[in-house]
């Protein structure tokens, strides 16, 4: 009787598990779905100059969340049939996320600069861009790259071109503003132990994730043999 309430107990955590992690794969793939398909990024992904950082993201983001969900569903149904090959293949494909989750963070702590370098020379190529060609696309790009970082042109100053692409700024608020280049610079130097501290949650959901798996797919197995 132990067993059977410990398998029950267990099945329940996973189920709830995966369940999350089942939504936080559509969450993702909803993101991911949505800069590419949204009318003001859309433009991005045409053509020959399309960011390369911006671009490999967001089908990053795609493959992560469709991924994520079809893991979070061989964990459900492994975990309400019972299955020990369902929830093996849960763990496998867990391990698989957790190994490129930590060589991504690896990765990514190594190479910030490069990083942040890349993000600067995109934003200024699209200025440059839009300052010589006076396209639509661009100008709504700036328009969400400056509104999201509430920065104003590489300078900062107010004789920047392409103020109509700025946040919005009453009286002496419009002659302070911070450049993008730094701003960009000054959100992953503020941001990256956030970034870093969910990666590290998030691996350790994974950690309890595989335990909880393997736990259960063993006492399947032992009340199998008691049977």
Known sequence: MAVFGG?????????IFNFFFWLAGTGVLAIGLWLRFDPKTRGLFEGAESPHVFFTGVYILIIAGSFMMV?????CCGAIQESPFM??????????????EVAAGI???SNQSKVVDDITQFYLETYQNYQNTSQDTLRET???????????GPTGSPVDFAKDTCPPRDGLDSLITKSCPDAIDEVFD???H???????AIGVIMVFGMIFSMLLCCAIRKSREIV
């Open 71 to 75: 893991v979070g569903f061989l964990g």
């Open 190 to 192: 503020s941001k990256l």
């Open 87 to 100: 929830l093996g293949l849960f763990f496998f494909f867990l391990l698989i996320i957790f190994a490129i």
């Open 194 to 200: 956030i970034i870093g501290g969910v990666g590290i």
């Open 7 to 15: 398998i029950r107990c267990v099945k329940y955590i996973m189920f």
């Open 142 to 152: 700036l328009r969400l790259i400056q509104t999201g970082l509430d920065c104003c």
């Open 107 to 109: 990765w990514g702590f």
